[in-house]
């Protein structure tokens, strides 16, 4: 049964359908055409919480997609904003934490299907046997990944990302060795245990009062190839290409269509983003922590 906010939803899509599919019409002709990326968390069937969606809607969200946009990685993200080109609207999946419940049916179904997937990953929560802090909480101590599901989702294709040592707020971080350590070093310590360069970092939470431009030079002058935020904007061409902007994988499918087909109550949302400058770590510094 509906309720309120979900009849509201149904009735607004409903009564700007047309007005968006104009809309993209001609963000595509014009090669302007939105790309949205997506953030999932955990794929899973049992003690559901905010940031869980289960296996069936995950399924639907997946096949949606497939029948109604490109999909892309974020590589390919990448270099249409970088070109200034994109002539149709675009998906890209990506993870963030590493529960190990995600390889009982959704990291398979995005494998078998040929999905581009980046997955990042909290450092010290990567060992199976330590459960994240906001689970213990609530009273579930979820498993989180091993270093050996890592190793097999990497060889199926999977891009493995880094996500800091602990799940901090970086935008917190007032020590400088502590961001280095969260940002820097935790991200080499990953690259080193799957064996891999990890090209991508994503700020927990993401939202910008918990990322800052201290971080993202780290992550730029280390070689990284892009940060990802996570507060519910599109990316677009000819937008800053070393940052990639996310929309949560919402589970109410209605709230999830809302986004994918560009809510144009939404499509300002991270035009123009700066990332807040930070006296945290001084030109020599960023120089030392590469030394």
């Known amino acids: 049964m509906l309720d309120t906010r979900q009849i509201g939803l149904h009735a607004y899509y409903a009564g700007t359908s047309w007005l968006r599919k104009h809309y993209r019409e001609k963000l595509e002709q014009e090669r302007r055409a939105p790309m949205c990326v997506l953030f999932y968390h955990r794929v899973a069937d049992k003690h559901p919480n905010p940031w869980t969606i289960s296996s069936g809607e995950f399924e639907r969200q997946i ?4 029948e109604n946009m490109d999909i892309v990685s974020l590589e390919e993200v990448q270099r249409r904003m970088a070109t200034g080109q994109n002539d149709r609207t675009t998906a890209t999946v990506t993870f963030d934490d590493g529960y190990a419940e995600n390889l009982d049916t959704a990291i398979p179904l995005l494998v078998q299907l040929g999905v581009p997937t980046t997955y990042f990953v909290t450092l010290d929560f990567m060992y199976g046997k330590k459960p994240f802090p906001h689970d213990v909480q609530r009273g579930v101590e979820l498993p989180t990944n091993t270093i050996e599901q890592l190793l097999w989702m990497a060889g199926q294709g999977v891009e493995i990302g880094a996500h800091t040592r602990s799940h901090c707020d970086v935008g917190a971080i007032t020590d400088p060795n502590e ?25 927990p939470y993401g939202k910008p009062e918990n990322m800052n431009q201290a971080a993202v030079d780290l992550l730029r002058q280390a070689g990284l190839k892009g940060v990802c935020s996570a507060y519910g904007a599109y990316n677009f061409a000819g937008s800053d290409p070393f940052h990639i902007q996310r929309i949560h994988g919402d589970p109410d499918f209605i709230r999830f269509k809302n986004w994918m087909t560009i809510d144009p109550r939404k499509v300002s949302l991270g035009i123009d983003f700066r990332f807040a400058e930070s006296t945290l770590l001084s030109d020599s510094q960023l120089s030392d922590s590469r030394s």
């Open 179 to 203: 961001l280095v350590d969260e940002v820097l070093t935790a991200t080499e310590e990953l690259s080193q245990l799957i064996g891999r360069p990890v090209r991508y970092f994503a700020f």
């Open 63 to 66: 096949h949606w997609l497939i």
